[in-house]
Nanobody, 115 residues
Framework: QVQLVESGGGLVQPGGSLRLSCAASGSIFSGNVMGWYRRAPGKERELVESISSGGVTKNYVDPVKVRFIISRDNAKNTVYLQMNSLKPEDTAVYYC????????WGQGTQVTVSS
């Protein structure tokens, strides 16, 4: 069964940090590139960061390039997104998935950056 469960979101002040986690079923995690997406209010969902099974990362959104760090624990079938120096424009629902596939989406985790 394909399952993605995101967690770790919340309300944070500008400049703060959060660490998101995504637990994936082994059938889709093992050997695959994993990505973090976000959907901001009124906008399309966008791919933010990805990481290969070997740990090679790629950034897709320039404004987060030096602030967000993606990582994974292959033994735990989990991918993480460390978000630092958060800004109000980072407010969104964050999702993980295998990029460019039709795997079902999880429920996402809400990140709200506000003072």
């Amino acid at each position: 069964q394909v399952q993605l469960v995101e967690s770790g979101g919340g309300l944070v002040q500008p400049g703060g940090s959060l660490r998101l986690s995504c637990a994936a079923s082994g059938s889709i995690f093992s050997g695959n590139v994993m990505g973090w997406y976000r959907r901001a209010p009124g906008k399309e969902r966008e791919l933010v960061e990805s990481i290969s099974s070997g740990g090679v990362t790629k950034n897709y959104v320039d404004p987060v390039k030096v602030r967000f760090i993606i990582s994974r624990d292959n033994a735990k079938n989990t991918v993480y997104l460390q978000m630092n120096s958060l800004k109000p424009e980072d407010t969104a629902v964050y999702y993980c998935n295998v990029p460019y596939t039709n795997y079902p989406w999880g429920q996402g985790t809400q990140v709200t950056v506000s003072s």
